[in-house]
């Protein structure tokens, strides 16, 4: 089957997703904690790169075909999902947190996906991503690439301090401030997301039909 360059890019996406799961959840005998997560983080970060490629080349070049309208949204999820499965078998200290996250993100696509569904194949209304969804998709992706970069920034900050100061330095690694607030904003822009995309297609879901 011949692809274009967007549709080659999303399955491209969706590739690397189990790459990502396989390198996250190598023990860390096989590869070190820090060096891990510095590759888990570029993996990421290079599937959402590709996220925002596909998306611009389609709609510059008038590429956009019902396979990509497919694949793109299926690759996107399993995307975030799949990193978050990583989290939490990678990240014993964020666990109980990510179970959370998880569950919100999973129960917010489901139910967006389900009513993109009814509402397109009974009113013939396309659903189309707006301000908010792209917003949550960014905090969703800056949430997942701290939590992987974080502890690697602090261990470089450490090195200097030690090196600065000549004495080893009492280091808590499970404080780790800029992934519990990113991990916040996702939530809230997950939940807030979602209530937006229901309440405003509520109206189309007859319970009599």
């Given at each position: 089957?011949?692809?274009n360059?967007?549709?080659?890019?999303?399955?491209?996406?969706?590739?690397l997703?189990?790459?990502?799961?396989?390198?996250?959840?190598?023990?860390?005998?096989?590869?070190?904690?820090?060096?891990s997560?510095?590759?888990?983080?570029?993996?990421?970060i290079?599937t959402?790169?590709?996220d925002?490629?596909?998306?611009?080349i389609?709609?510059?070049?008038?590429?956009?075909?019902?396979?990509?309208?497919?694949?793109?949204p299926?690759?996107d999820k399993?995307?975030?999902?799949?990193?978050m499965?990583?989290?939490l078998?990678k990240?014993?200290?964020?666990?109980?947190i990510?179970i959370?996250?998880?569950?919100?993100?999973?129960?917010?696509?489901?139910?967006?996906?389900?009513?993109?569904?009814?509402?397109?194949?009974?009113e013939?209304?396309?659903?189309?991503?707006?301000?908010?969804?792209?917003?949550?998709?960014?905090?969703?992706?800056?949430a997942?690439?701290t939590?992987?970069?974080e502890?690697?920034?602090?261990?470089?900050?450490?090195?200097?301090?030690e090196?600065?100061?000549?004495?080893p330095?009492?280091?808590?690694?499970?404080?780790?401030?800029?992934?519990?607030?990113s991990?916040?904003?996702?939530?809230?822009?997950?939940?807030w997301s979602?209530?937006n995309?229901?309440?405003?297609?509520?109206?189309?879901?007859?319970?009599?039909k």
């Amino acid at each position: 089957m011949k692809m274009n360059l967007p549709n080659k890019l999303t399955v491209l996406r969706l590739c690397l997703v189990p790459v990502l799961l396989l390198v996250g959840m190598l023990p860390h005998s096989v590869i070190p904690f820090y060096v891990s997560c510095v590759i888990c983080a570029i993996l990421f970060i290079g599937t959402a790169v590709t996220d925002m490629l596909d998306g611009k080349i389609a709609r510059s070049r008038n590429l956009i075909t019902d396979f990509g309208k497919f694949l793109d949204p299926i690759a996107d999820k399993f995307m975030v999902i799949g990193a978050m499965f990583v989290i939490l078998h990678k990240f014993s200290n964020l666990r109980t947190i990510m179970i959370f996250v998880l569950l919100i993100v999973v129960f917010r696509e489901l139910a967006v996906t389900s009513m993109r569904l009814v509402v397109s194949t009974g009113e013939h209304i396309v659903i189309a991503a707006n301000s908010l969804g792209k917003i949550k998709t960014v905090s969703q992706i800056v949430a997942i690439s701290t939590v992987f970069l974080e502890p690697v920034v602090q261990l470089i900050t450490r090195w200097i301090a030690e090196m600065v100061t000549g004495k080893p330095l009492f280091w808590r690694t499970d404080i780790v401030p800029l992934t519990w607030l990113s991990l916040l904003f996702c939530v809230v822009m997950t939940v807030w997301s979602g209530m937006n995309y229901i309440l405003s297609y509520w109206k189309y879901l007859d319970p009599q039909k």
